[in-house]
């Protein structure tokens, strides 16, 4: 992997590691002051520090300090910050016009970047999208257009998934703490089923895709009735829910019981999608061609853009003037997709996020094996975890997840936590980030781990 600085339009910002104050340094703090005086206390805090400029593989903050960024803002800014393409073409964009409703005069942006999902995306059918603001947005419109395809209403979901912060998809969401406590009451017509979660699976991983897809279609066919379901709503490889890779042979089986009952099938590909785990998307991993496919986050390179994307016959199932929003699939939005989706091609992004799983996930496996607070590596490509457990048990270990993603933040890695017990550490670096920072990082992961 060549280090960012070799790249074409990599960004001026030095790849490096620097810490010039404690972490939050001075300036983050009177921010966070600020912060705290007028922004909704709703609004959570991962690491205490503000940023001041960001690109390739670091964040630097206002005092100075310069982070590894395993994070990508939650695996949105796969092409790096700012990066070249997005930001010539979002630029040019803003110059010509910034708004004008696709629904009142459409702009060419917005069929550029339908014609790329379609070319993108599984499965060679016709296709269609739709393109809204958020991913929340897209998994809602996917659940409208099931329904007004299928003339059916249910939607069916697995444990530990995660589809948003809206009614609906808070409805969708499996975490009560902090998505839904006391936020309900949540949209009807929604059923949870087993998820194939390899590592906490009862009888064991060898047994869990089989058992879990039968315990999953049982629940359907006897609580739901097949024929009442419009949609089931899937995360390839989930990830609030804690980067759980389905056990091999899981969504197969799954994808085929939806065929032949004509439910639609969603791969909700929000966080997975767009060459994080090494593929365009991933569900071709296993070969699926989903119905339809929700996107958003690695998408535009940090810019506000989601999409569905599907089957032309389901697409258009949704009469003319129901679906739509007044900014989704705005031109400068577009524009910086089309930026990053061109980067992604010309890197080979998919092909960087593989190097990263080759680069770290042998030496996350060797830290399981000297720290026996990891109980699971998992992951594909550049959308890695690790499990936290009480050694010698699978307790989850919440609490030394976040001492220890603290104690990495105060040496300059920024890492995210996750899952359902709040007990997963997970990577999600940008693709074009340089093989140096990534094993420093492991460093810095590896000292975190020894003082914890
Ligand atoms: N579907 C699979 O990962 C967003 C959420 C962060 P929005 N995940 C990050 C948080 O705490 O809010 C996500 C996802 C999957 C849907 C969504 C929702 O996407 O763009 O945040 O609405």
Same mark, same amino acid.
């Given at each position: 992997?060549?280090?960012?600085?070799?790249?074409?339009?990599?960004?001026?910002?030095?790849?490096?590691?620097?810490?010039?104050?404690?972490?939050?340094?001075?300036?983050?703090?009177?921010?966070?002051?600020?912060?705290?005086?007028?922004?909704?206390?709703?609004?959570?805090?991962?690491?205490?520090?503000?940023?001041?400029?960001?690109?390739?593989?670091?964040?630097?903050?206002?005092?100075?300090?310069?982070?590894?960024?395993?994070?990508?803002?939650?695996?949105?800014?796969?092409?790096?910050?700012?990066?070249?393409?997005?930001?010539?073409?979002?630029?040019?964009?803003?110059?010509?016009?910034?708004?004008?409703?696709?629904?009142?005069?459409?702009?060419?942006?917005?069929?550029?970047?339908?014609?790329?999902?379609?070319?993108?995306?599984?499965?060679?059918?016709?296709?269609?999208?739709?393109?809204?603001?958020?991913?929340?947005?897209?998994?809602?419109?996917?659940?409208?257009?099931?329904?007004?395809?299928?003339?059916?209403?249910?939607?069916v979901v697995f444990d530990h998934g995660?589809? *948003? !912060?809206?009614?609906?998809?808070? +409805?969708?969401?499996a975490?009560?703490?902090?998505?839904?406590? @006391?936020?309900? &009451?949540? %949209?009807?017509?929604?059923y949870r089923v087993p998820m194939a979660y390899?590592?906490r699976w009862l009888?064991?991983?060898?047994?869990c895709a089989e058992e879990a897809a039968a315990q999953a279609i049982d629940q359907i066919?006897?609580?739901?009735?097949?024929?009442?379901?419009?949609?089931?709503?899937v995360?390839?490889?989930?990830?609030?829910?804690?980067?759980i890779?389905p056990a091999?042979?899981f969504?197969?089986?799954i994808?085929?019981?939806?065929?032949?009952?004509?439910?639609?099938?969603?791969?909700?590909?929000?966080?997975?999608?767009?060459?994080?785990?090494?593929?365009?998307?991933?569900?071709?991993?296993?070969?699926?061609?989903?119905?339809?496919?929700?996107?958003?986050?690695?998408?535009?390179?940090?810019?506000?853009?989601?999409?569905?994307? *599907? !089957?032309?016959?389901?697409?258009? +199932?949704?009469?003319?003037?129901?679906?739509?929003?007044?900014? @989704?699939?705005? &031109?400068? %939005?577009?524009?910086?997709?089309?930026?990053?989706?061109?980067?992604?091609?010309?890197?080979?992004?998919?092909?960087?996020?593989?190097?990263?799983?080759?680069?770290?996930?042998?030496?996350?496996?060797?830290?399981?094996?000297?720290?026996?607070?990891?109980?699971?590596?998992?992951?594909?490509?550049?959308?890695?975890?690790?499990?936290?457990?009480?050694?010698?048990?699978?307790?989850?270990?919440?609490?030394?997840?976040?001492?220890?993603?603290?104690?990495?933040?105060?040496?300059?890695?920024?890492?995210?936590?996750?899952?359902?017990?709040?007990?997963?550490?997970?990577?999600?670096?940008?693709?074009?980030?340089?093989?140096?920072?990534?094993?420093?990082?492991?460093?810095?992961?590896?000292?975190?781990?020894?003082?914890?």
């Amino acid at each position: 992997m060549t280090a960012m600085s070799d790249l074409p339009g990599g960004p001026a910002l030095p790849q490096e590691r620097r810490l010039v104050t404690a972490v939050p340094g001075p300036k983050s703090q009177e921010l966070m002051a600020r912060k705290q005086a007028v922004v909704a206390d709703g609004i959570g805090t991962v690491m205490p520090v503000f940023v001041r400029r960001a690109g390739g593989g670091v964040l630097e903050d206002v005092d100075g300090n310069s982070f590894i960024d395993f994070g990508s803002g939650i695996a949105v800014t796969s092409v790096g910050n700012s990066a070249e393409a997005v930001v010539r073409r979002a630029s040019e964009q803003l110059r010509d016009y910034t708004h004008t409703c696709v629904m009142v005069t459409p702009y060419e942006p917005y069929v550029a970047v339908c014609e790329e999902l379609a070319e993108v995306t599984p499965g060679d059918h016709e296709k269609k999208s739709v393109l809204l603001n958020s991913g929340a947005e897209a998994v809602e419109n996917a659940v409208k257009i099931a329904r007004a395809h299928t003339g059916r209403q249910a939607v069916v979901v697995f444990d530990h998934g995660y589809h *948003g !912060r809206t009614n609906l998809t808070m +409805a969708l969401t499996a975490k009560n703490m902090p998505y839904k406590h @006391g936020f309900g &009451p949540f %949209a009807p017509e929604v059923y949870r089923v087993p998820m194939a979660y390899p590592y906490r699976w009862l009888t064991g991983p060898e047994n869990c895709a089989e058992e879990a897809a039968a315990q999953a279609i049982d629940q359907i066919t006897k609580q739901v009735g097949a024929d009442n379901v419009a949609a089931i709503v899937v995360e390839p490889v989930l990830g609030e829910g804690g980067f759980i890779v389905p056990a091999r042979g899981f969504l197969p089986r799954i994808a085929q019981f939806a065929k032949d009952n004509g439910i639609v099938f969603v791969a909700d590909e929000i966080q997975s999608g767009f060459c994080r785990t090494g593929q365009w998307f991933a569900c071709e991993d296993e070969g699926i061609v989903p119905d339809l496919i929700t996107t958003a986050k690695g998408i535009a390179g940090g810019l506000p853009l989601a999409a569905v994307t *599907g !089957r032309a016959e389901i697409m258009d +199932a949704a009469h003319s003037g129901g679906l739509g929003g007044t900014y @989704g699939g705005n &031109p400068v %939005a577009c524009a910086a997709a089309l930026g990053s989706i061109e980067t992604m091609r010309e890197q080979d992004l998919a092909a960087r996020a593989r190097r990263v799983e080759e680069v770290m996930k042998p030496r996350l496996e060797k830290l399981a094996g000297e720290f026996d607070v990891i109980g699971d590596v998992r992951g594909r490509g550049a959308m890695l975890a690790i499990e936290l457990v009480q050694p010698g048990t699978k307790e989850p270990a919440p609490q030394a997840t976040t001492a220890l993603a603290k104690a990495c933040h105060q040496r300059g890695l920024l890492v995210l936590t996750t899952g359902t017990y709040g007990n997963v550490m997970r990577f999600l670096p940008p693709l074009v980030i340089g093989e140096d920072l990534l094993n420093e990082g492991l460093d810095v992961l590896e000292e975190a781990l020894g003082q914890l």
